[in-house]
């Protein structure tokens, strides 16, 4: 039997239900479109994206590197719907994972419409910012670069912004100041990137902050503590499984895996009489919870799969593949 689906209007979006999925539909003169959030490792690529969707969906932390998957948030308001694509920072890659983040970062520029290029503006124009804007020019994407830190800019910081701006001059591109961390300049930011947008459709409900699954958030979130708490003792060879998720109508249960490298590891991560361990779960099971907005009872498992990072077949099973 077919089901005719329901029409409905609030404020100035027209809902149609059906059975599958709510599409909204635009009112007029309404843009969207992808943004790529693009950069070196550890410049606040993921803060900025958090603080423009107005909630955490990417994790942070002082550790570079931190990003591995091309993470999508989604701000809607009245006039547009942003799409923000969260990459892995560009860098020289070491191993077969970073070659994977890397190239996903470099299709990522070929896939949005607008790139917006963060910088560390506590520190000049390097090497390695070149290299990206380098790879930028090879692309006939709108660029808009964006200098962050600037709450935690020194006082030479006009030489620090001049070296930026020259290279921004130098190909055309806009520049922006901003902070990731405490929103100054954000609404500048937003705009702009509106500005560069062309008309087009709602791709997700306006409600909708991103278009990851919950279990995916769990293991980034869990991966956020460890590395919180082992700095770098336990840098990057951190994978997070979701071997089960249980929901009840008073709490969630959620089984996870932590895959390291090297038995060394492993005795990090459970600590002395199991401390580490219970420490990690008890602040990811806090941050789980404020995701689902419930009660979560949270089991953690260590595993050693040696040189998973090298290994094509553990990357895939891992979810680290190289995309489309």
């Not at 550790?63 to 701000?75: C, D, K, M, Y």
């Not at 590395?227 to 336990?234: K, P």
């Not at 979560?296 to 290994?311: A, D, G, N």
Request: hydrophobic share 40%.
């Amino acid at each position: 039997m077919s089901v005719e689906p329901k029409v409905t209007s609030i404020d100035n979006y027209s809902f149609s239900f059906s059975t599958e999925v709510m599409v909204p539909q635009a009112p007029p003169n309404f843009k969207s479109g992808f943004i790529g959030i693009i950069g070196r490792p550890n410049v606040g690529k993921s803060t900025l994206m958090n603080q423009l969707v107005g909630q955490k969906i990417a994790i942070t932390s002082p550790v570079a590197q931190t990003t591995r998957n091309r993470l999508r948030g989604i701000l809607t308001t009245s006039e547009a719907q942003l799409i923000f694509v969260d990459t892995p920072g560009i860098h020289k890659p070491h191993h077969q994972l970073g070659e994977v983040l890397v190239q996903n970062a470099k299709i990522a520029i070929e896939s949005v419409d607008v790139v917006l290029f963060v910088v560390d503006g506590t520190v000049a124009c390097g090497a390695g910012d070149r290299y990206i804007a380098d790879l930028l020019i090879r692309s006939t994407t709108p660029v808009i670069l964006g200098i962050n830190k600037t709450d935690q800019q020194p006082s030479n910081f006009q030489i620090i912004d001049e070296s930026y701006t020259e290279l921004a001059k130098s190909h055309e591109w806009e520049t922006v100041k901003f902070s990731a961390k405490t929103g100054l300049g954000l609404p500048q930011i937003q705009q702009l990137l509106i500005e560069h947008l062309e008309t087009g459709p709602l791709y997700y409900p306006p409600d909708l902050v991103t278009d990851q699954p919950e279990r995916f958030i769990m293991g980034e979130l869990i991966r956020e503590q460890i590395l919180l708490s082992t700095r770098e003792e336990v840098p990057h060879s951190v994978a997070i499984a979701i071997d089960k998720v249980e929901e009840t109508a008073n709490i969630t249960r959620v089984l996870a895996t932590i895959n390291v490298e090297r038995d060394s590891q492993k005795g990090i991560l459970i600590g002395k009489g199991g401390a580490m361990l219970k420490a990690i779960g008890s602040e990811a099971r806090q941050q789980i919870q404020k995701l689902i907005a419930g009660k979560v009872y949270l089991e953690l498992f260590v595993k050693v799969q040696p040189k998973w990072r090298q290994s094509r077949v553990s990357l895939a099973e891992l979810g680290y593949r190289v995309e489309e």
